[in-house]
């Protein structure tokens, strides 16, 4: 006789492979034209809606399977039943299991990776007591033009000591501002949970990229705050380091101000910056999502005796 807890794990991991599997197929399908649509949004509000794109099939998944898979499994389901299991469903569960640990093993080399980097860092680098920032600043000698914040719950900022002496104290506390940003908005923690997320059809990538150049966008216009002035300043700034950036940067566990690539965008945003429809409100967003998972959670409790039908139908047609 199959333990009880063991059915009960079964059924919560092939239903989570089930749900991240098609809101994934789901969301790949319609990523390109959601992140064409987003384009009108302020960068802000683009890197938030990317954000939660890239980690919804996960999140989804998880409150399926944990949320209403299993409570309706164990409120149903007798202890002391003597049901056969099909293979589909263990194949499945262990699908499920892999997902996770995929995830949790991603997780755990971004969170070491991120430590030994301050460490190595912190360790050759020189603390700066004359720049103003909310958070530790240390200068480093890098080939690449570093300036990043690293780390989630103590971030720290880095500056290459060839940023300090190519360019001027203004752009630099440009860059400070900009490196800022990105505390306030938590991006790492964002970068973080998204290595952590599931990726099942290797389609997250994509989505990493679009919210990488959202958050990079959304960090400028914070730190210029609208002064046009600044703006430039900053503007100035991501040219100068680009120029002096001999290679793409490896570097991918902190919010850095430039890490390769194309800087056209940015520039352009802070130099022109394009019109964008006023935000929601937060508290109106709130209020709203929480109206929502109350009516969903109502509507799980009433229907749990056909959801629990459902469940035992598919079980029973499986091989």
């Given at each position: ?5 063991f ?53 989804c998944?998880a409150?399926?399977?944990l ?23 263990f ?10 640990l ?110 990488v ?68 409100s ?6 709203m ?31």
């Open positions: 006789m199959t333990p009880y807890w059915r009960a794990l079964v059924i919560t991991l092939s239903n989570f492979a089930l749900a991240a599997t098609a809101i994934s197929v789901l969301i790949g399908l319609a990523a390109p034209a959601l992140t064409r649509r987003l384009e009108r949004f302020s960068p802000a509000s683009r890197a938030a809606w990317l954000f939660r794109l890239r980690v919804l099939p996960a999140a998944a409150i399926w399977a949320g209403v898979a299993l409570p309706i499994y164990l409120w149903f389901e007798p202890v002391d039943a003597d049901e056969m299991f099909p293979r589909t469903l194949v499945t569960a262990m699908a499920g299991g892999a997902l996770l995929r995830g949790a093993w991603r997780a755990a080399a971004a969170w070491r990776a991120t430590g030994a980097l301050v460490r190595d860092w912190q360790g050759r680098g020189r603390r700066l007591h004359d720049i103003t920032a909310p958070i530790p600043v240390f200068a480093i000698d890098e080939s690449f033009p570093t300036v990043a914040v690293v780390g989630c719950s103590r971030p720290v900022l880095f500056i290459a000591e060839r940023v300090l002496r190519e360019c001027t104290a203004d752009e630099v506390r440009a860059m400070v501002l900009h490196e800022c940003a990105h505390v306030t908005h938590r991006d790492n923690l964002k970068r973080f949970l998204m290595r952590a997320c599931p990726d099942v059809l290797q389609r997250g990538s994509t989505l990493d990229r679009a919210w150049s959202a958050a990079e966008q959304a960090a400028d216009a914070r730190a210029a705050g609208g002064d046009p002035g600044f703006a430039l300043e900053l503007a100035q700034a991501l040219i100068r380091v680009a120029r002096l950036a001999p290679h793409v940067n490896t570097v991918d566990v902190a919010s850095a101000f430039y890490l390769g690539g194309s800087i056209e965008a940015r520039v352009r945003q802070l130099v022109e910056p394009a019109d964008t429809p006023p935000e929601s937060r508290p109106f967003s709130y209020v999502a929480g109206s929502l998972v109350a009516a969903a959670a109502g509507a799980v409790v009433l229907a749990a005796p056909v959801i629990h039908h459902m469940m035992e139908a598919a079980v029973r047609i499986l091989p």
